[in-house]
């Protein structure tokens, strides 16, 4: 699976847009792009994912670059409950399509 | 649906003992993984399981060992503990195929001392 690069953490406010940016340069054409969040170390939750076209749901978007090497995840009125670490996937085929981890993003919600 | 459940939630071990991690879905899901966090550090992959019966190594396996005899459950076995198997484990499951999502447990915090 290609490896993803995200910003060790950031700071938004609340109420409004949070964006959160991903790299995975050597993406292949049937991998997608997941996003999970953990919060206080539970155990981590699905928000979304894609695989060449932005997707939306009840919980955020994925806006995935044309070139598929970048996307970013935009959760839209970020709340005091979203501060977590996000984690970017790259997802494929591979060893029981399994999630690889990186070291995600940390953001932090502030009033 | 309860979806994944893992038990215990906390656990301390001496060195030497050993336990089975428990971890069951009632999702009727084919694809079955462990997972272990250590502090500040994102999930690595121990096993998984793609049916009952087939199990398969992930990126860190040893000192643990896996069987999946159901659908339902996968337990994770660790047969001489040791301190650098303190962390948290997740088990999470998944219908199958890179298009579906995967629910994870609410973890179990292992310390060995």
């Known amino acids: 699976d290609a490896k993803t690069t995200q910003p060790t953490s950031m700071d938004c406010a609340e109420g409004r847009a949070a964006n959160l940016p991903c790299n995975h340069s050597?993406?292949?054409?049937?991998?997608?792009v997941y996003w999970y969040r953990q919060i206080h170390s539970q155990g981590p939750q699905y928000i979304i994912h894609g695989l060449k076209n932005n997707e939306t749901n009840e919980m955020a978007s994925l806006i995935i670059t044309e070139d598929r090497k970048s996307s970013t995840l935009i959760l839209p009125h970020a709340t005091l409950r979203d501060t977590a670490v996000y984690y970017c996937?790259?997802?494929?085929?591979?060893?029981?399509?399994?999630?690889?981890f990186g070291g995600g993003t940390r953001v932090l919600v502030k009033p | 649906n309860a979806g994944v459940t893992q038990t215990p939630k906390f656990r301390i071990l001496k060195i030497g003992q050993s336990m089975t991690l428990q971890c069951t879905q009632d999702?009727?899901?084919?694809?079955m993984y462990w997972y272990r966090q250590d502090p500040g550090m994102g999930l690595k992959l121990i096993y998984y399981?793609?049916?009952?019966?087939?199990?398969d190594k992930g990126e860190v396996p040893n000192g643990y060992n896996v069987s999946r005899s159901t659908t339902e459950d996968f337990p994770l076995r660790l047969e001489l503990a040791a301190p650098s198997q303190t962390s948290v484990y997740f088990c999470?499951?998944?219908?199958?195929?890179?298009?579906?999502?995967?629910?994870f447990g609410q973890g179990t915090r292992l310390t060995v001392v």
């Open positions: 996937i790259v997802r494929g085929r591979a060893a029981g399509n399994k999630l690889t």
């Open positions: 050597t993406i292949s054409g049937n991998e997608y």
């Open positions: 999702m009727n899901h084919n694809y």
């Open positions: 999470a499951s998944t219908h199958g195929g890179v298009r579906t999502e995967a629910f």
């Open positions: 399981s793609v049916g009952a019966g087939i199990t």
